[in-house]
């Protein structure tokens, strides 16, 4: 999404700073806020993330909020980038805490520890079961194709349910079309 950042000192004698970026594509250097409010959501995080301490636990609500699916899948690559992180070459030994709803941040864990690009004993991903009060978290299984084991019932809703009935609904829709295109 940016290509390139710069970022300005306002004066000399305050620590203020603007921050422009060229995105992807564009000649034009804009101010953060007018490429998307989420990315400037997200930018404080990849700052954190990347200047935490050896040894830190960074926990996170839905870094992915706000951003293009798109965006949150390149994201879960730089949350994987974080947390294989070196420094003088040692590891940086950062550990992530993420809470996500999004199907492209998870799908794209998934697809790296299928490509081997992340061990799946790095990854506790959990599930949080409400059918009782209080809610159990749940350990989700991912095995080393990145399969989710005991993946919960619609968790992202019915995906082939939805693909099935507009298929269905569509091809009644075009029956429809051509029964009146055959009256007149």
Not at 137 to 143: A, C, F, N, S
Not at 173 to 182: I, P, Q, T
């Amino acid at each position: 999404m940016i290509e390139e950042i710069k970022v300005n000192q306002l004066s000399e004698s305050r620590q203020e700073y603007e921050v422009r970026v060229r995105t992807k594509g564009s000649k034009d250097w804009v101010d953060l806020p007018d490429v998307g409010f989420g990315v400037s959501q997200v930018l404080p995080v990849l700052v954190q993330c990347f200047y935490a301490p050896p040894g830190s636990i960074i926990i996170m609500e839905q870094p992915e909020i706000h951003l293009h699916p798109k965006a949150q899948a390149l994201l879960a690559d730089v949350m994987i980038d974080v947390i294989n992180s070196r420094e003088n070459g040692a590891d940086r030994n950062i550990q992530l805490i993420i809470e996500t709803h999004s199907e492209h941040f998870l799908r794209r864990l998934q697809r790296r520890i299928a490509e081997d690009a992340l061990e799946e004993d790095s990854v506790s991903a959990y599930f949080a079961n409400n059918d009782r009060t209080p809610a159990k978290l749940v350990p989700l299984e991912i095995d080393d194709y990145g399969n989710i084991l005991n993946w919960p019932d619609d968790f992202f809703g019915d995906e082939m349910g939805d693909i099935t009935a507009q298929a269905k609904a569509a091809m009644k829709k075009r029956m429809r079309d051509s029964d009146e295109e055959a009256l007149e």
